[in-house]
């Protein structure tokens, strides 16, 4: 857990995306993802959490339904929604905290 403190503790938004390789929204959220990351460039981190991989965690932010997104910045939670985003809503999601 130390390390994600230290994932999410800087000064650029982060967002993460819980998923699971069996689940159809996650992987349809990929491409998406690997989208926004392009968009972005160094200004912000897109980050993959595979929830069987990462199972404390996922518990500890209670993700319950896949895939959830989180936005943190400076190490505090700004936006979580879990579904599928389109990649403008995101691009423009994180851009308000860059």
Do not use: C
């Amino acid at each position: 857990m130390s390390k994600f403190g230290e994932l999410i503790d800087v000064e650029i938004p982060v967002l993460l995306d819980f998923f699971t390789e069996w689940n159809e929204q996650s992987t349809a959220m990929h491409p998406v993802l690997r989208d926004v990351a392009a968009a972005l460039g160094d200004k912000a981190r897109v980050i993959k959490i595979d929830v069987e991989k990462n199972k404390e965690l996922s518990e500890a932010l209670r993700v319950k339904s896949l895939p959830t997104l989180i936005l943190y910045k400076d190490g505090e939670m700004k936006w979580r929604q879990s579904g599928e985003q389109d990649v403008n809503t995101l691009i423009a999601l994180v851009q308000d905290f860059i």
